[in-house]
């Protein structure tokens, strides 16, 4: 654990000292490293310890960014609007989660990446409130456009901490025990008294809510969003494939992950621009084939159980 919060503090005050370099390329990737970072660190809760493969990612980033924009349109400060924001996000995941969560496996899978569908039709239709398929403006931030990135690769990066400082939290916490008990088998969970739909339903919110302050802070930072770039299926997929590239279930994983995946992803962007996508994602499969545990499950770094001395070894284990 220690070791864990050290090199993520070494991480994060790196990408805090890109802005030192005066490259708004590097500041621009270095705002995306913090974003991924974020967004994966808050999937990893439902999807890396709670072992539900959500699907919902863009949904929650779609809505907190036409939220945001919402708000700010309607005279609210930049940041009152990001935490408004993030509010409305998470009491929707909230009240989602409480039915949607009901379904496991394949089912939760599908219900969870519908919910990207549904809202983004939503978003289209609704041409009076979000301006349809035509968009909606967002005000752009004074100061030019170097101050703005710095603002926003702050802003990105201060989620990120949250977010961390969250997944420590729940790793340490009873929420984070009994999570990886619902993983291991959630009948078994429930009979011994675990309340499983109040753990999931909490750790399904908590993803959410940074995933809408990400969302509101990526709608300031572009100044326009519509319904098809707002929910992604895209984004959606990427998120769980950058914590399955580091580990799930850890602290470091989905940081690991996610800078790992935005490198590859500019690498290949530059090398293939016909085929980008399709390069980008053979890239993807064969790192999940080789490294099915991710890069942490190769390295071994994930803490193993200690057995006391005198203490009789597992069952099944060797002697």
């Keep these: 654990m220690k070791r864990s919060m050290a090199i993520f503090a070494v991480f994060a005050l790196a990408v805090a000292a890109v802005p030192l370099a005066g490259d708004n390329y590097l500041l621009q990737q270095a705002t995306f490293v913090a974003m991924y970072c974020a967004l994966a660190l808050s999937w990893n809760l439902i999807g890396g310890y709670a072992g539900y493969p959500s699907f919902a990612t863009a949904a929650f980033v779609g809505l907190g960014a036409y939220a945001g924009a919402l708000l700010q349109n309607a005279g609210l400060p930049m940041v009152a609007a990001w935490v408004g924001a993030t509010l409305i996000t998470a009491a929707f995941a909230a009240l989602l989660g409480y039915g949607l969560l009901r379904m496991k496996g394949h089912y939760f899978a599908v219900g969870s990446i519908s919910i990207v569908e549904v809202l983004r039709l939503v978003a289209s239709s609704w041409a009076g409130l979000t301006g349809g398929g035509e968009g909606l403006n967002v005000p752009i931030m004074p100061g030019g456009p170097e101050f703005a990135g710095r603002v926003f690769l702050y802003a990105m990066w201060a989620v990120m901490l949250l977010a961390f400082a969250s997944a420590v939290w729940v790793d340490r916490s ?25 753990y999931k339903t909490a750790a399904f919110t908590l993803s959410a809510l940074f995933c809408g302050t990400v969302g509101a802070i990526s ?17 959606t997929l990427k998120v769980p494939v950058m914590v399955l590239l580091g580990g799930p279930g850890s602290l470091l994983g989905p940081v690991i992950g996610a800078a790992s995946f935005v490198l590859i992803e500019q690498t290949v962007w530059s090398r293939f621009l016909d085929y980008n996508q399709a390069a980008l994602g053979l890239v993807i499969v064969l790192l999940i084939f080789f490294l099915p545990g991710g890069v942490l499950g190769r390295l071994r770094w994930r803490a193993k159980p200690a057995v006391q001395p005198g203490a009789a070894p597992a069952a099944g284990s060797a002697p």
């Design 174 to 198: 009873r929420l984070g025990f009994g999570l990886r008990c619902i993983e291991q088998n959630e009948d078994a969970a429930d009979m011994v008294g675990v309340p499983v739909t109040r």
């Design 219 to 235: 709608a300031s930072w572009v100044s326009y969003i519509a319904p098809t770039d707002a929910f992604s299926i895209l984004l």
